[in-house]
Nanobody
Framework: QVQLVESGGGLVQAGGSLRLSCAAS????????MGWFRQAPGKEREFVAA?????????NYGDSVKGRFTISRDNAKNTVYLQMNSLKPEDTAVYYC?????????????????WGQGTQVTVSS
């Protein structure tokens, strides 16, 4: 059973930064693509960023965060990160980490089989 545990959320002023972490259980972490998604109140969950598994190499970002957020991973620590800079009030949401069913980049949440419990990010204006 794969478990994903997010941390690093909190309250920050507009223009500030936060780094989210997602620690994963399991011995084959490096093989799988990992993603971050977010859901704001009253809105559907949306894709934020993804990073491929070790064979594929690459990252992909949602249009609203491109140039401000950076996804990375440390396979030795079974951890994926989301560095969020220049935060805006519209970035306020619950952020979820997810593990893909394979190693390639993918924005479709239906292809992510394991999800964390989420961490709240609130950006004040």
């Amino acid at each position: 059973q794969v478990q994903l545990v997010e941390s690093g959320g909190g309250l920050v002023q507009a223009g500030g930064s936060l780094r989210l972490s997602c620690a994963a259980s399991g011995r084959t972490f490096s093989s799988y693509a990992m993603g971050w998604f977010r859901q704001a109140p009253g809105k559907e969950r949306e894709f934020v960023a993804a990073i491929s598994g070790s064979i594929w190499r690459g990252e992909n970002y949602g249009d609203s965060v491109k140039g401000r957020f950076t996804i990375s991973r440390d396979n030795a620590k079974n951890t994926v990160y989301l560095q969020m800079n220049s935060l805006k009030p519209e970035d306020t949401a619950v952020y979820y980490c997810a593990r893909h069913s394979g190693g390639y980049l993918d924005r479709r949440e239906t292809n992510y089989g394991y999800w964390g419990q989420g961490t709240q990010v609130t950006v004040s204006s």
